[in-house]
Structure formats: structure tokens, C-alpha cells
């Protein structure tokens, strides 16, 4: 049995004993060390589902984990008891049309920590213990927080989002969304060669931080969109925009200030809702989808570890999981908090 905090219903997260299945030959046992709150986790936590996935059954949250390998399955030789490791979140099936050709983040069979897409429900990492398949333990220094290797799985969306951006060198870029998504996003823009980046968002403490993090200009649209709307003079301004927010009006903004050939490119997982899709189409921009990530997630750990990103300025506090209701009213709470993990 093993402690961890699961989610039964909108606003009823217990920490309780659960069961934990003996390894397989290619799986480790993982002792949390550090888990992030994720946008996910929140919209679970507040209302039950994410996007169109209900909770059909208690799933224990978590899938921005590292921690400590305490055992490991007979034919693991990648990783020992006693490393220290990042998690992938991801466990493709390695072997369908979409892993085979490289993009694994699409695979047909995926599951994917604390996840409801599918039924069983995936469990997540939020738990004293869990197990993982081998190849998703990336070992990392042991200088390296537990918390930072934590935001591995953040970063490698925003990775992967910079990625379907196609080249930034030189490129004026929008992000949309200054939540840890957005904010790692600008990091990586930033290390892209993007010339200048703008923010926004509706809340005035997060672009503060994107200002500190490199933001060349930052716009509340709630207090201020006739700033944003200054950039739709000639055909929009910008190369390329990430949406990180979900929100419908965010998108509609940037078929707006997006110039004529320019990406537009989805991370925030929208509700259904109506989109300026003419825009889109007389423009000839290029809206692509970004979906997790694969090999960007060892990317990932490798900046962190190298110093290269420092997410310093996103890590907002850590609390002991028997207050996880306050780490989640927290991490709700744009004012105060960007990212807050919980520990056992
Ligand atoms: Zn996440
Ligand atoms: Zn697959």
C-alpha cells in the first residue's frame, strides 16, 4: 500500500492508501520527491473533468513528478535504487503507426499520468510511490531540486509548442497566457532567438513575472485590449503567437495580430466555442495543434540541469501533501501562486 492523493469527485480529494501492483520486468518503483500542480490537476480538482474526460472513477492526480528509484523490475538495467529521476508522464505503446514514426506524443494506445482520457483511468503520480516503465525515468544530478526536475514535463510542452512554432530566430511571437505554460513558453522563446516577445493575460501578477523573465512588452486584455488591438494594424504584427490560455476570445485575438503567413499555434485545450476561422483562412495562417511531446521531455531535464532554464521565477511554493485542498487553493490563485508542488 502507498499514500496518495486522489481525486473521487470535483472538490473531494483524499489522501488515502492505495494499492501498488508488484513491478514489471520493465517498470521501477519511484519514490515522490517533488510533484507539480498542473492546470490539469486544477480543473479536475474544481470541476471533476478537463476539457471533454469526466472522472468515471477515483484517479490519483499528479503527472509533473520526479522522486527516487526504490526498486526496479528484472530486465531494468537504465536506472538503479537510490537514483534520483525525473518522470515522463508519458507511456506510449512503442509500437503503433504514430511511435513508430517518431511521434509518440499522438500514439493510439497512450496513457498518460493521471489521466482520464481513457477508462480504467490512468493513475497519477501524486502517491508516496507509483511505478513507471523504465524509459521514462531520465536521471538527473543530484544537485538538481526535486521540484526543477519536476517542471520537466511543463517545459517539454512548451518545448514541444516552440517547436510546431517552426523557426523563432529573429521572429516576432505573441504568447497568449502568462500561467506556467505561457511563462515557459517566453523561456523558450527566448532561447529560440525570438527578437521580441509580448505577453498577455487578464491578471496583472503573472505579466509582472513575464516582464522579470524577458517579456519585451506585456498587455492585460481584461484592463488594457486596445493595446493588444493596436497590433492588428497591417494585417497583424506578429510571425507566429502560442495560445496557452484556452480560452475562445484569447484565440480570436490572435487571428487578429497574427500578420498574413503566420502560425498560430494551440496549447490551451479549448471548450467548444466559436473561432474566426475566415480570418484564418483568407490569411493563410498556419494554425497547427501542439500536443504534449516526446523527445523534448529529455531536452527538457537536460536545460534545467545545465542551468540553461531557470525556473526560479515560476516556482511559487511547496507544501506537505496532507495540505493538498491548500496547495490547490493556492495554485488556483493567479495572484499568488504560478506553480506549487507538493511533497510527501
Ligand atoms: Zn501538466
Ligand atoms: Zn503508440
Not at 222 to 232: C, D, K, V
Request: net charge neutral; glycine share 10%.
Amino acid at each position: 500500500m502507498t499514500l496518495a492523493a486522489r481525486i473521487h469527485a470535483a472538490k473531494d480529494l483524499r489522501i488515502e492508501a492505495i494499492a501498488l501492483r508488484e513491478p514489471e520486468a520493465d517498470e521501477v518503483v519511484v519514490a515522490l520527491g517533488a510533484g507539480g500542480i498542473c492546470g490539469s490537476d486544477l480543473s479536475y480538482y474544481g470541476k471533476g473533468r478537463v476539457g471533454d474526460f469526466s472522472l468515471r472513477e477515483p484517479m490519483v492526480l499528479g503527472h509533473e513528478v520526479a522522486g527516487t528509484v526504490t526498486r526496479v523490475g528484472r530486465d531494468v538495467t537504465s536506472v538503479r535504487p537510490g537514483d534520483r529521476v525525473a518522470v515522463d508522464p508519458s507511456r506510449p505503446c512503442l509500437s503503433c503507426d504514430y511511435c513508430r514514426a517518431g511521434r509518440s506524443n499522438l500514439c493510439r494506445n497512450m496513457r498518460f499520468f493521471g489521466s482520464a482520457a481513457i477508462f480504467p483511468h490512468v493513475q497519477g503520480g501524486f502517491s508516496e510511490t507509483f511505478l513507471a516503465r523504465a524509459d521514462q525515468c531520465v536521471p538527473i544530478p543530484d544537485s538538481m531540486p526535486m521540484r526543477v526536475a519536476a517542471c520537466g514535463e511543463p517545459l517539454a510542452v512548451a518545448l514541444h509548442g516552440i517547436r510546431r512554432a517552426g523557426e523563432l530566430l529573429g521572429r516576432h511571437v505573441l504568447i497568449a497566457g502568462a500561467g506556467p505554460i505561457g511563462l515557459l513558453c517566453l523561456m523558450a522563446a527566448k532561447l529560440a532567438g525570438a527578437r521580441r516577445i509580448v505577453c498577455t493575460d487578464l491578471a496583472d501578477a503573472p505579466l509582472a513575472i513575464a516582464r522579470e523573465i524577458g517579456a519585451a512588452e506585456t498587455v492585460n486584455v481584461a484592463s488594457e485590449p486596445e493595446r493588444l488591438a493596436a497590433y492588428e494594424a497591417d494585417k497583424g504584427t506578429f510571425d507566429v503567437a502560442l495560445e496557452a490560455t484556452g480560452a475562445p476570445a484569447a484565440l480570436a485575438s490572435l487571428f487578429r495580430v497574427v500578420r498574413p503567413g503566420g502560425r498560430v499555434v494551440q496549447l490551451g485545450m479549448m471548450p467548444p466555442g466559436d473561432v474566426p476561422v475566415n480570418l484564418l483562412m483568407a490569411r493563410e495562417i498556419d494554425f497547427v495543434g501542439a500536443f504534449r511531446f516526446h523527445e523534448e521531455y529529455r531536452t527538457a531535464v537536460a536545460l534545467l540541469a545545465a542551468g540553461r532554464i531557470d525556473v526560479a521565477p515560476i516556482l511559487s511554493a511547496e507544501l506537505p501533501m496532507s495540505r493538498a485542498d491548500e496547495a490547490f487553493a493556492l495554485a488556483a490563485d493567479r495572484a499568488r501562486a504560478i506553480k506549487v508542488h507538493l511533497a510527501f
